[in-house]
Structures are given as structure tokens and as C-alpha cells.
């Protein structure tokens, strides 16, 4: 099965400044990554995705890149502000399934 | 849309007694799902259906744990008899059939359960 391996598990920034999570998947037969946000005691929200037929897609500062070859997909934030801080997971989903495998989430602080 | 609504939202319960958790799918999703969330191992599926049918159990943990989707608006975890190991965050979530859309989760606010 799927496997997701998610690095790093905590990231601090100072506000202003760029952070990237990356992401690692086993499977080549999956072709769906999207990203959720989770703030403290909340529930996950997604905040953007990408398909497999897509290099790089971008929300306003938020960016995901991913690299089908290598199996390895980005989040970049730029011009982090303090809201920004949260746990951030990544997942992917195989092509004809529904489930998705989540990385095991890094923790952003973003301080002022 | 109210959302994936989860009951109870938080469960104190003593090792040995049943925990039933709760949850109602936002109104026209195919498909809902169960996981787990500690710090340890982050958020684990432990089943999922499809149009009230299990598809994947292979995530849940032992025979302990049970889910059943009796209607399209309501399925329930069970967890008999319960340990302190099973303390967690369990959420519920709903999605609508993929086809060429994405098939975004949409999750509950979670119930968070403690085993003493």
C-alpha cells in the first residue's frame, strides 16, 4: 500500500519568511496530493492540491510543486504571518480509489 | 450545510466499557471515513465506505473496533471493550464521488476520546 513519509516534523520561522514542507510517496499509481491545515484543537481543512499532470500549482502565497519522477511533492508558504501556524499534512491518493495516506504532519510556528 | 457532524465531542470512559462515537456525512457524499489521530501516529484511516458499503477495514486496529453505515446520514465506531491505548482524536469524513473532481474530505470536528 501507499506509503507517505513527511519531513520535517516541526518548523520555525520568523514571520515574514518562507517555509516548505516536503513529502515522499511509494506508490507511482498514485496521482492525487493534496495538502490540509490543521489549527490547534480544529479539524483538518484543505488548502490546496494537486493532480499528477500538474507540475506546480499556486493559491496567493501558498504553492505546491510536485515531482512525479522522483515521487516527492512540496508545500512552499511564503511571507508567513503568525495565523499561518498550524500542523500541515500532506496525502496521496491512489488513481481508482478514494482513501487518501497522510503524512504524519509538521508542526509550523511562525512567530512574530 | 452543517458540515460532517460528530457526537460526542469529547468521551472520558473507564478501561473495559464500550465507546460509541458518532457521526452524520454531509448530505449527497458517497463515501465516509474513519480515522485516528494521536501525536504518535498522526492520522490513520481505519475504514471507510462507499454508498454505506465497508470498502477498507484493513486500518482498523483489532477486533475491538467496529463501524457499521446502517443509512447513507449516519454511521458509528464502536470500540469494545475499550483500553487507554485507544486514547485519541477520531474524525469523521465525507467526500463526494471523485469522478474528474477531486473528492475533497470533509471532516468533523472530531471526538476526542479518553480511556482511563
Known amino acids: 500500500g501507499e506509503n507517505v513519509e513527511q519531513h520535517p516534523s516541526t518548523l520555525s520561522v520568523q514571520e515574514g519568511d518562507s517555509a516548505v514542507i516536503k513529502c515522499t510517496y511509494s506508490?507511482?499509481?498514485?496521482?492525487?496530493f493534496p495538502w490540509y491545515k490543521q489549527e490547534l484543537g480544529k479539524r483538518p481543512q484543505l488548502i490546496i492540491d494537486?493532480?499528477?499532470?500538474?507540475g506546480e500549482k499556486k493559491d496567493q502565497r501558498i504553492a505546491v510543486t510536485l515531482n512525479k519522477t522522483a515521487k516527492h511533492f512540496s508545500l512552499h508558504i511564503t511571507e508567513t504571518q503568525p495565523e499561518d501556524s498550524a500542523v500541515y499534512f500532506c496525502?496521496?491518493?491512489?488513481?481508482?480509489?478514494?482513501?487518501?495516506?497522510f503524512g504524519t504532519g509538521t508542526r509550523l510556528l511562525v512567530s512574530p | 450545510d452543517a458540515g460532517v457532524i460528530q457526537s460526542p465531542r469529547h468521551e472520558v470512559t473507564e478501561m473495559g466499557q464500550e465507546v460509541t462515537l458518532r457521526c452524520k456525512p454531509i448530505?449527497?457524499?458517497?463515501?465516509l471515513f474513519w480515522y485516528r489521530q494521536t501525536m504518535m501516529r498522526g492520522l490513520e484511516l481505519l475504514i471507510y465506505?462507499?454508498?454505506?458499503?465497508?470498502?477498507?477495514d484493513s486500518g482498523m486496529p483489532e477486533d475491538r473496533f467496529s463501524a457499521k453505515m446502517p443509512n447513507a446520514s449516519f454511521s458509528t465506531l464502536k470500540i469494545q471493550p475499550s483500553e487507554p491505548r485507544d486514547s485519541a482524536v477520531y474524525f469523521c469524513?465525507?467526500?463526494?464521488?471523485?469522478?474528474?473532481?477531486?473528492?475533497?474530505?470533509?471532516f468533523g470536528e472530531g471526538s476526542r476520546l479518553t480511556v482511563l
Open positions: 469524513a465525507s467526500s463526494p464521488t471523485s469522478g474528474s473532481a477531486t473528492g475533497e474530505l470533509f
Open positions: 506508490d507511482s499509481a498514485s496521482n492525487y
Open positions: 494537486i493532480r499528477s499532470n500538474v
Open positions: 496525502a496521496a491518493r491512489e488513481e481508482g480509489f478514494q482513501k487518501l495516506v
Open positions: 448530505s449527497g457524499h458517497d463515501y
Open positions: 465506505f462507499n454508498n454505506n458499503v465497508p470498502i477498507d
